[in-house]
């Protein structure tokens, strides 16, 4: 499965009458702190609030007629399942979504408005991929899986296109790692903008599939993660995304579950956006810079704002000084 420039340049016009641009933002305060000019691309004032909506919309706008008829089922721990419930919506196909018990309340609450029907699971004795392929075979509906998917991780890209074109300066890209399809898509597009750039995807240090994977250069599975980033709680890299990791990252970078709190406090103190704990992963490794970069320009895809009042409070109380 190979993903094509041209399919990102082709995703981006198939957007952009549907999906938001969303704005590159950044803050003297953090760039004061690293030593680096920081910029955050805000998909968390995407449409779903979230980078999801890009692979979403991208993959069921090219499925034929008949295929739409059919419908879709997906399976995710929230940002997924909001993509595909807004992007069927929109373009009239019925949606099903398997999601775990323990998904974020938001989001459930948020895929069930755009008007998908959700299918519960518990992600620590059932198989979701499973579960969505036996609705799959039993209703003739098409899967359309949450980063292993050549039109999903095209979608994704497009965020990088944005980026550079926002911010022709970037010399290194931070984003986070779930399954791999935001940073395959987006490392794509931005080397074939920018070859010598530098790009690392960011890991939680209890769902460190793919920084085992590439270290091990065999994709490797891990437990269900235990980490506040619900984004990452997938326990392998994909197969197409590990493949597109280990020829385009330049490594992967580990934060701790407190780094993660802190990184979204203190962008929701100093800039005023709300961010969900995963979207809070890369900008915990900017300002942790185990790299030792020094006036850098450093971009950060900022995944996602959905976050549970639960969540939000329990990183106030335990990140707060």
Not at 54 to 83: C, D, P, T
Not at 157 to 174: C, D, H, K, M, N
Request: contains cysteine; glycine residues 8%; hydrophobic residues 45%.
């Amino acid at each position: 499965m190979i993903i094509t420039f041209s399919a990102i340049q082709e995703a981006a016009q198939r957007l952009q009458p549907v999906a938001h641009r969303t704005p590159v933002l950044t803050s003297s305060f953090l760039n004061q702190l690293t030593g680096n000019q920081l910029y955050f691309k805000c998909e968390n004032l995407q449409r779903v609030g979230a980078f999801k909506f890009r692979g979403a919309y991208n993959a069921i706008a090219q499925l034929s007629a008949e295929e739409k008829q059919r419908g879709v089922v997906a399976f995710s721990s929230g940002n997924h399942a909001q993509g595909v419930a807004l992007a069927s919506a929109l373009l009239q196909v019925p949606a099903k979504i398997v999601m775990p018990l323990d998904a974020p309340p938001a989001k459930l609450a948020a895929t069930r408005g755009y008007g998908a029907e959700v299918v519960l699971y518990d992600r620590y004795k059932q198989d979701r991929a499973a579960i969505a392929k036996e609705i799959q075979a039993r209703e003739g509906r098409v899967l359309i899986p949450p980063f292993d998917h050549a039109h999903v991780i095209a979608g994704q890209g497009t965020a990088a296109l944005e980026f550079y074109e926002q911010a022709p300066q970037l010399e290194v890209l931070l984003a986070p790692v779930g399954g791999g399809g935001l940073i395959s898509g987006c490392a794509i597009a931005l080397h074939h903008l920018a070859p010598r750039a530098e790009i690392y995807g960011v890991e939680a240090e209890s769902a460190n599939d793919t920084f085992l994977s590439l270290q091990r250069n065999a994709r490797v599975t891990i437990p269900v993660p235990k980490t506040i980033a619900d984004g990452m709680q997938v326990t392998s890299p994909g197969e197409v995304t590990f493949q597109i990791m280990r020829e385009h990252l330049a490594g992967v970078l580990l934060v701790t579950e407190e780094e993660i709190k802190r990184a979204m406090l203190l962008v929701l103190e100093r800039m005023k956006i709300l961010i969900e704990p995963t979207a809070a992963v890369p900008v915990a490794a900017a300002l942790k810079n185990e790299k030792g970069w020094h006036n850098r320009h450093v971009g950060i895809i900022v995944s996602g704002g959905n976050v549970g009042w639960d969540t939000l409070k329990s990183c106030l109380e335990t990140a707060a000084p």
